[in-house]
């Protein structure tokens, strides 16, 4: 069964319901929580459903499904920080030339900004253990870069995503130990649910305004300054591999780090060509990215393409996946 990346819909909740309570939490975008995500979904098919072409507040969300139940989700925010701050620390980084002791001294600062307000974001990428290590992880990342390639006007120039940081097995992080649990006087785990209910920007909120000098920090707090939690590695990867990169920003909270591309670079969506389905038919061409549909009628799967007549030739199997026919326009990227 040829597995396939579509909008999500009311149907999916018990499938979303059973991944979110797999996650073992931590996801912001994958609550375990039914209600919160029933809201999430309508939220969704709102978004798909919005037919104007500017960056909005919309939140789309798709699922993987390989023929049964979904098995993999992800999710665009077409803009962050609309009605609330989208707060971040940015690492700066100041030097002076010290001639007395003959040497550079450099010190990084930590400062509370919101310079990733209005960027469009990726985030929610989640696959049920039984299916990863075979693609599927990255086909479901890649169809938001050719969700976004075919719905460019609504999404921003710069695209964001923030992965998790370190965690210990305990639930405490030692990022937030070192700064902000020393004013709120509460633990990560404590923090984090609070954030669930409530949003993030609340206590970010409340975080102090005077830059934060790493140097004084605690060691455990400081080694993960940007570093992801372990589990986070594969989805570091798959940013990396579309060009995204670490750009001085990271959470406020667990100190994990924010990854930045400009969203024309973004690598799928660059390479990204559109055709129309000149035959259904055994190709022998080039693996492929493969998407079709506006809004809630995307689909997206893994297929070959090559060029036939004016338009292209596409195997049956992705063919019937994405429900196409000849005439139908397609949105594809190598593989
Ligand atoms: C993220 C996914 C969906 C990825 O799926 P898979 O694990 O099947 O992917 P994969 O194909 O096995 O691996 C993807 C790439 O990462 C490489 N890879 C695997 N393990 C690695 C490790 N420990 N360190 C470095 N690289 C590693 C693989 O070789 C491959 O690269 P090559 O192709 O080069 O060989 C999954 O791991 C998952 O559900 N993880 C748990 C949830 C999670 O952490 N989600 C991310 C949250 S952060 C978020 O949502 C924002 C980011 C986003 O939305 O994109």
Redesign the pocket.
């Known amino acids: 069964m040829t597995m396939v990346v579509r909008a999500a819909g009311l149907d999916d909740l018990p499938a979303l319901d059973a991944m979110a309570r797999s ?1 073992g939490g931590g ?1 912001v ?1 994958l609550p375990p929580d039914r209600d919160k995500l029933r809201d999430r979904l309508t939220a969704a098919i709102a978004a798909f459903g919005h037919e104007q072409g500017q960056p909005d507040d919309d939140r789309f969300l798709f699922v993987l499904e390989d023929g049964t139940a979904a098995c ?1 989700t ?2 665009i925010f077409a803009r962050v920080g609309g009605n609330t701050p989208f707060y971040s620390y940015r690492i700066d980084r100041r030097s002076a030339w010290c001639a007395g002791l003959a040497r550079a001294i450099e010190t990084d600062e930590l400062t509370v900004c919101t310079d990733h307000h209005g960027c469009s974001e ?8 039984d ?8 086909l ?2 890649r169809s ?1 870069y050719l969700f976004m390639a075919m719905h460019r006007a609504r999404f921003a120039a710069t695209t964001i ?4 940081g370190v965690v210990d097995a305990d639930g405490g992080a030692p990022f937030w130990d070192g700064i902000a649990g020393r004013f709120f006087g509460i633990g990560f785990a404590e923090a984090d649910a609070f954030n669930a209910a409530n949003g993030t920007h609340v206590l970010a909120d409340m975080m102090p305004r005077t830059p934060v000098l790493l140097a004084m920090l605690d060691a455990r707090a400081r080694d993960v300054v940007g570093v992801p ?11 990396e ?1 579309e060009g995204f990169r670490h750009d001085r920003h990271i959470d406020l909270f667990d100190g994990g780090p924010t ?1 930045t591309a400009a969203t024309d670079r973004i690598e799928t969506l660059r390479r990204a060509r559109t055709a129309s389905v000149c035959a259904i038919a055994a190709t022998g061409g080039a693996p492929v990215v493969v998407a079709s549909g506006r809004l809630a009628a995307f689909r997206c799967c893994f297929g070959t393409v090559a060029p036939h007549g004016d338009g292209i030739a596409i195997d049956p199997a992705a063919a019937a996946a994405l429900g196409v026919a000849t005439g139908d326009i397609l949105t594809y990227s190598p593989r």
């Open positions: 996650t996801f975008n993999g992800c999710q990726v985030g929610g990428l989640f696959l049920r253990a299916a990863r290590a075979a693609g599927a992880g990255a479901l990342a938001r995503a923030e992965l998790r939690h372990p589990s986070g590695r594969p989805a570091m990867r798959l940013l591999k990854m």
